[in-house]
């Protein structure tokens, strides 16, 4: 049984769309849905199955005469001449299709330093293990860590993340997205799924890959970009609120830095969880930080609240601005603080400040307890939850194109963001179809 010749209509272009193509690459299965606009003059028609069936193969013919006209000699052989320039033409096509299949836009860095460091260039886009999912990027934000890691601060986490010069070169960790192809160990998510999770690295990209165990399925009323503001900065908010603070109704909370990332995160937390919250930030910031549900808001510039007479049950210490024995002093005597941030010097970061908290702690009544967040994609889930019953709302503050990230970056390091700045990503390989 012969295939069919389908020719194009001489009046007009038409479109074909072909549904659940599948192709494997190792260890993983990508399934796409692919659209040609096949235009009279250039392309005569094309093979395909006969109606109804499953065949996952379509051959495009091309041609220079009039639509429709020599399709007999299309299907049952060419002149030499014709078949050259058949196979020229299909041997460049296949050579930019797999190119651009084979990689993307990203956002990288090569050596520790400064925002000159950063490139935007073509990279081979990366392939999903068996126990991870490859992300077609939709939007990603900045983090203090991003900025930390660019100049290889602490000196101690070049140990994780390479000594000379960065182990992994794609930067950004928040994503959000669509599930583009699945390991074969995946079972919770499938090829077309909305997601946002923490990665390692390389988030600031077109396409990315994650751990399944990462993932959550995406908040449905919410953009691809305010989903992207999610992931380090709520995370982080949620698992000092609820295991480090152990917050409980009518617990008096002071969130230091309550106007950035994980503060706006913290304070909607803090309060659906029915403690009496206390916003620390700047004059700028004050109405924002009322919005976010803060009860009473202190701006720094003008008032210290560890010399005040308010005592609080809860410190959630984002800034790192204040001594140790200062936030004690804000404290009830079985008070906790929470420590997320600190000054320590190039070498060691905060963790010194941590250290120190730890060892103090054992000595007095007050618990002075260190934070340190873990990605998960659990936690992601609960996220969500809050998120549709609109008990926290992600809080976007700008938002950049994928190769204005260094602007992104310089934004965050040199003003103070009311909330998060995400990154949009549009993958270059479909805004160079759509143009050609």
């Given at each position: 049984?012969?295939?069919?010749f389908h020719p194009?209509?001489?009046?007009?272009?038409v479109?074909?769309?072909?549904?659940?193509?599948t192709?494997?690459y190792?260890?993983?299965?990508?399934?796409?849905?692919l659209?040609?606009?096949?235009?009279?003059?250039?392309v005569?028609?094309?093979?395909?199955?006969?109606?109804?069936g499953?065949?996952?193969t379509?051959?495009?013919?091309m041609?220079t005469g009039?639509?429709?006209?020599?399709?007999?000699?299309?299907?049952?052989g060419?002149?030499?001449?014709g078949?050259?320039?058949?196979?020229a033409?299909?041997?460049?096509?296949?050579?930019?299709?797999?190119?651009?299949?084979?990689?993307?836009k990203?956002?990288?860095q090569h050596?520790?330093?400064?925002?000159d460091?950063?490139?935007?260039?073509?990279v081979p886009?990366p392939?999903?293990?068996k126990?991870?999912?490859?992300i077609?990027?939709?939007g990603?934000?900045i983090?203090?860590?991003?900025?930390?890691?660019m100049?290889?601060?602490?000196?101690?986490?070049?140990l994780?993340f390479?000594?000379?010069?960065?182990?992994?070169?794609t930067?950004?960790?928040?994503?959000?997205?669509?599930?583009?192809?699945?390991?074969?160990?995946v079972r919770?998510?499938?090829?077309?799924?909305?997601?946002?999770?923490e990665?390692?690295?390389?988030?600031?990209?077109?396409?990315?890959?994650?751990q399944?165990?990462?993932?959550?399925?995406?908040?449905?009323?919410?953009?691809?970009?305010?989903a992207a503001?999610?992931?380090?900065?709520?995370?982080?908010?949620l698992?000092?609120?609820r295991d480090?603070?152990?917050?409980?109704?009518?617990?008096?909370?002071?969130i230091?830095?309550?106007?950035?990332?994980?503060?706006?995160?913290?304070?909607?937390?803090?309060?659906?969880?029915?403690?009496?919250v206390?916003?620390?930030?700047?004059?700028a910031n004050?109405e924002?930080?009322?919005s976010l549900g803060?009860?009473?808001?202190?701006d720094y510039?003008?008032?210290?609240?560890?010399?005040?007479?308010a005592?609080?049950?809860v410190?959630?210490?984002?800034?790192?601005?204040?001594?140790?024995?200062?936030c004690?002093?804000?404290l009830?005597?079985?008070?906790?603080?929470v420590?997320?941030?600190?000054?320590g010097?190039?070498?060691?970061g905060?963790?010194?400040?941590?250290?120190?908290?730890?060892?103090?702690?054992?000595f007095?009544?007050q618990?002075?307890?260190p934070?340190?967040?873990?990605?998960?994609?659990?936690d992601?889930?609960v996220?969500?939850?809050?998120?549709?019953?609109?008990?926290?709302?992600?809080?976007?503050?700008?938002?950049?194109?994928l190769?204005?990230?260094?602007?992104?970056?310089?934004?965050?390091?040199?003003?103070h963001?009311?909330?998060k700045?995400?990154?949009?990503?549009?993958?270059h390989?479909?805004?160079?179809?759509?143009?050609?």
């Open positions: 049984m012969s295939t069919p194009i209509p001489q009046n007009g272009p479109m074909i769309e072909a549904h659940e193509l192709e494997r190792g260890d993983t299965t990508a399934v796409h849905s659209s040609f606009t096949l235009v009279p003059g250039t005569t028609g094309f093979l395909g199955p006969n109606g109804g499953k065949s996952t379509m051959r495009i013919i041609g009039p639509a429709g006209v020599g399709h007999r000699h299309l299907t049952r060419r002149d030499a001449r078949q050259r320039d058949h196979h033409r299909r041997e460049t096509m296949s050579s930019r299709t797999q190119h651009a299949l084979r990689t993307m990203a956002i990288t050596r520790y330093g400064g925002l460091t950063l490139d935007y260039e073509t886009r392939v999903a293990a126990d991870e999912i490859l077609r990027v939709q990603a934000s983090n203090a860590a991003d900025w930390l890691l100049q290889g601060e602490p000196f101690v986490s070049r994780a390479g000594l000379r010069w960065p182990k992994v070169s930067r950004g960790r928040d994503v959000a997205g669509v599930i583009e192809a699945v390991g074969d160990n919770r998510f499938s090829v077309g799924d909305e997601v946002y999770a990665v390692d690295a390389g988030s600031f990209a077109e396409y990315t890959v994650a399944a165990k990462r993932l959550a399925h995406k908040p449905s009323q919410i953009s691809f970009g305010e503001a999610v992931p380090i900065a709520a995370t982080t908010a698992q000092g609120v480090v603070a152990k917050i409980k109704p009518g617990d008096k909370v002071l230091n830095g309550a106007s950035g990332g994980v503060g706006s995160f913290a304070v909607q937390l803090a309060k659906a969880r029915g403690a009496e206390t916003g620390v930030c700047s004059t004050l924002f930080v009322r803060a009860d009473h808001v202190i510039t003008g008032e210290n609240f560890t010399t005040g007479e005592r609080y049950d410190i959630f210490d984002l800034v790192g601005n204040r001594s140790l024995a200062q004690r002093r804000g009830t005597r079985r008070g906790t603080l420590l997320a941030s600190g000054n010097g190039r070498v060691l905060p963790i010194r400040r941590m250290v120190a908290a730890m060892l103090l702690s054992m007095v009544t618990n002075l307890r934070l340190a967040a873990v990605a998960s994609g659990a992601l889930e996220l969500r939850e809050h998120i549709e019953a609109g008990a926290i709302t992600p809080t976007v503050d700008r938002s950049y194109p190769a204005e990230t260094t602007e992104a970056i310089r934004y965050f390091v040199e003003e963001a009311r909330g700045i995400t990154i949009t990503v549009t993958t390989n479909d805004t160079k179809e759509q143009h050609e």
